[in-house]
T-cell receptor
Framework: DTAVSQTPKYLVTQMGNDKSIKCEQN?????MYWYKQDSKKFLKIMFS???????INETVPNRFSPKSPDKAHLNLHINSLELGDSAVYFCASSQDFGQGDSPLHFGNGTRLTVT | GQNIDQPTEMTATEGAIVQINCTYQ??????LFWYQQHAGEAPTFLSYNVLDGLEEKGRFSSFLSRSKGYSYLLLKELQMKDSASYLCAVRDQGDYKLSFGAGTTVTVRA
C-alpha cells in the first residue's frame, strides 16, 4: 500500500527518558513534516524537510531533533521527555514544498504519553 | 503567520446541510485546504481553494473569498459517517508553511 507510515502507534514512557518515532513514506514525495496535535486537537507544525534538507524549524525545544537519512524517511528523536510532551505526533508528506496545491498526506499518528 | 478561526462545534441532522466557516488573516496567501479528521485517526485531505469561488466535489463543496479572508466547507446530505472534526488550513506565500485552525467538530444526529 502506498502511504505514510509511522511507528510506534502508542508510546508510554517516563519523564526524563529519550525516545524516537520513525516515519516512512512510499509516495515518492519530496517533502516531509512533523506536526504535534495537543489535547485541544490543535495541529501545530514542528519541522519540515525537503529532499533531506531542513526548511522549517518552528519554536520547538532543542530536546526535539529530527533526522532525515533520505527523502523517504523522517525520524523524530526526543530527549529528556517532559509531561508537556504528551500529545499525538503526526508525520506527513507532500509532493512539493513550494507548490501551492500540494496537499499533505498524514500518517496515523503516534500517541505519546509521558508519566 | 496566520490567525485562523472556525467554530468549535456544530450539530446537524442526518440528511441535512451544514456550513462550516473559516476566517483567516495572513501576511501572504498561497492556498486554503480543508481536512477531515475522525476521532483517533489521521487528517485526510478534502479540498483545496486558491482562487475565489466554489469548488464542488460530490457532497462536499468549498468556497473561498480572498478579499474577505473567508472560506466555508459545505457538507450536503449529511451521513452519520460525516461526524468528525473539520480542519481549515492556510498555506503561507512566504515560507509555504501550512497552518491549521483548531478544527470544528461536527456531530450528525439520526
Amino acid at each position: 500500500d502506498t502511504a505514510v507510515s509511522q511507528t510506534p502507534k502508542y508510546l508510554v514512557t517516563q519523564m526524563g527518558n529519550d525516545k524516537s518515532i520513525k516515519c516512512e513514506q512510499n509516495l515518492g514525495h519530496d517533502t516531509m513534516y512533523w506536526y504535534k496535535q495537543d489535547s485541544k486537537k490543535f495541529l501545530k507544525i514542528m519541522f519540515s524537510y525537503n529532499n533531506k534538507e531542513l526548511i522549517i524549524n518552528e519554536t520547538v525545544p532543542n530536546r526535539f531533533s529530527p533526522k532525515s537519512p533520505d527523502k523517504a524517511h523522517l525520524n523524530l528523536h526526543i530527549n529528556s521527555l517532559e509531561l508537556g510532551d504528551s500529545a499525538v505526533y503526526f508525520c506527513a508528506s507532500s509532493q512539493d514544498f513550494g507548490q501551492g496545491d500540494s496537499p499533505l498526506h498524514f500518517g496515523n499518528g503516534t500517541r505519546l504519553t509521558v508519566t | 503567520g496566520q490567525n485562523i478561526d472556525q467554530p468549535t462545534e456544530m450539530t446537524a441532522t442526518e440528511g441535512a446541510i451544514v456550513q462550516i466557516n473559516c476566517t483567516y488573516q495572513t501576511s501572504g496567501f498561497n492556498g486554503l485546504f480543508w481536512y477531515q479528521q475522525h476521532a483517533g485517526e489521521a487528517p485526510t485531505f478534502l479540498s483545496y481553494n486558491v482562487l475565489d469561488g466554489l469548488e464542488e466535489k460530490g457532497r462536499f463543496s468549498s468556497f473561498l473569498s480572498r478579499s474577505k479572508g473567508y472560506s466555508y466547507l459545505l457538507l450536503k446530505e449529511l451521513q452519520m459517517k460525516d461526524s468528525a472534526s473539520y480542519l481549515c488550513a492556510v498555506r503561507d506565500q512566504g515560507d509555504y508553511k501550512l497552518s491549521f485552525g483548531a478544527g470544528t467538530t461536527v456531530t450528525v444526529r439520526a
